[in-house]
């Protein structure tokens, strides 16, 4: 047992953080035992002559320094790093406030948390990294705090154009685990992707995540670009898509029934094209498209039986009909609201390019009945349910299903719920 000075000793701030709660009580104790006597000598680890690391008697230190002591008793611990942390706790389960494995826990959670390295962690306590390592792959959760970290100061360290191997030798892992690490992100949001995520929602939730992602980088994985809303007139934008890429059309052409609802105060503007160069306009649409659809494929397009005979024919201009389901809808009705029948049904004419299975479990019906949706975005929004259903009957989860006539993007959000990729186009 020798006698320092008590300015020679270090505590570490974080464990004296997580000990100040039961303090008051202990360090009071303590400087009772040191005006009437004596106390153990806390236990210390040496570093060099004037410094050494508190590895157990905060509140005796504490005590010491209220009593305005400049000396400390201390027993040097001839420990290696891999022991400071259980030697902490085996010696404070001595005495009357035990400092557990749960606060020690807590500290290295901590210090997780707020980002650092295990090499900043190890400096912290004055030892190796491999003892932090150690330490931490002993304990499942804390393993799994600090693995996170990890993989994102690594995926971070990829993004920025470090090698595998450099991003290894910083972290003081094997360069095969850094693949891994990164093989598996990227695979998770490659997957995301597929599965309808759009490139701007998959940035934004990395960076949620502190992954220091940018759509730049995001491009470089990918090969195909969809799960996006193109502004544009689709007779444009059509042939600017790939060729031979979509799995499922779903359109709801503008009616060529000057739509109007009188069932509204405030009237909607005529919806784009809305008139009878609507018919040519799905003609051209349709011979464009065919090329950008997949030898079989299926194509869904919404209509009326007020025009039902003008839309048939040009459908089948390019495509084998197939049938003309109806969706039976709820009515609160729109039209001659004194002087017709409400309407309580809408049409959409199913076709297909080549052979396509439908994918249902049980075979469909052509009838289904649907609520309507909420129109107050866009007059002739479809609802999600319907079109989730013509989605799940026509394609297999991460196909691709166009809307070529968005409004306000039912079918892609459709898409989305059901884990399909999408694409729209929108003229508005
Ligand atoms: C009947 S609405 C579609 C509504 C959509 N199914 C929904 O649930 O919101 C037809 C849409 O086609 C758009 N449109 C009209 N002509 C277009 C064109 N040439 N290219 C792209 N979109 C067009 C209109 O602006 C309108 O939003």
Same mark, same amino acid.
């Given at each position: 047992m020798i006698e320092v000075m008590i300015d020679y000793i270090e505590e570490l701030p974080e464990i004296k953080a997580i000990r100040k709660n039961h303090s008051e009580e202990a360090i009071g104790r303590y400087m009772e035992k040191y005006e009437f006597g004596t106390s153990k000598p806390i236990l210390v680890k040496k570093i060099n002559r004037q410094k050494y690391i508190l590895i157990d008697g905060h509140h005796r230190l504490e005590a010491k320094k209220r009593l305005k002591n400049k000396k400390i008793d201390i027993k040097i611990l001839d420990i290696g790093d891999k022991e400071v942390f259980d030697k902490a706790v085996e010696a404070n $389960? #001595?005495? &009357?406030v035990p400092y557990t494995k749960e606060e020690e826990n807590e500290v290295l959670k901590t210090l997780i948390e707020s980002g650092k390295t295990q090499q900043q962690i190890a400096n912290i306590f004055h030892i190796g990294q491999s003892a932090i390592a150690m330490r931490i792959k002993r304990d499942s959760m804390l393993a799994k705090s600090l693995g996170d970290k990890i993989n994102i100061s690594t995926i971070n360290e990829v993004l920025n154009g470090k090698k595998h191997e450099e991003v290894a030798n910083i972290y003081g892992v094997s360069r095969s685990r850094v693949t891994q690490i990164w093989n598996d992100w990227k695979n998770e949001v490659i997957e995301q992707y597929e599965s309808g995520t759009s490139k701007e929602e998959i940035v934004e939730q990395q960076r949620e995540n502190k992954v220091n992602l940018t759509l730049e980088s995001l491009n470089e994985f990918f090969e195909g670009d969809y799960n996006k809303l193109i502004k544009g007139d689709c007779l444009k934008e059509i042939p600017k898509l790939e060729d031979e890429s979509v799995d499922c059309v779903i359109i709801d052409p503008p009616y060529g029934i000057e739509y109007q609802s009188n069932y509204r105060k405030e009237k909607y503007d005529y919806? $784009? %094209? %809305?008139?009878?160069?609507t018919f040519e306009l799905l003609d051209k649409s349709l011979k464009l498209v065919l090329n950008k659809m997949k030898k079989n494929s299926h194509i869904y397009v919404f209509t009326s039986w007020k025009v039902i005979e003008k839309v048939k024919p040009i459908i089948e201009k390019y495509f084998e009909l197939k049938n003309c389901i109806v969706w039976n809808k709820n009515n609160w009705g729109m039209g001659d609201l004194k002087n017709n029948y409400a309407e309580k049904y809408e049409l959409i004419l199913f076709a297909s390019k080549g052979k396509r299975p439908l994918y249902a479990e049980t075979r469909p019906l052509n009838v289904i009945d649907c609520e309507r949706a909420d129109? #107050? #975005?866009?007059?002739?929004k479809k609802p999600l349910n319907l079109l989730k259903q013509l989605i799940i009957n026509s394609t297999k989860p991460k196909e691709l299903v166009l809307d070529y006539?968005? &409004?306000?993007g039912s079918t892609l959000d459709a898409s989305k719920e059901s884990g399909r990729r999408w694409i729209g186009i929108e003229v508005k």
């Open positions: $389960q #001595e005495h &009357g919806i $784009q %094209d %809305d008139n009878k160069n129109t #107050e #975005e866009h007059p002739t006539f968005a &409004g306000s």
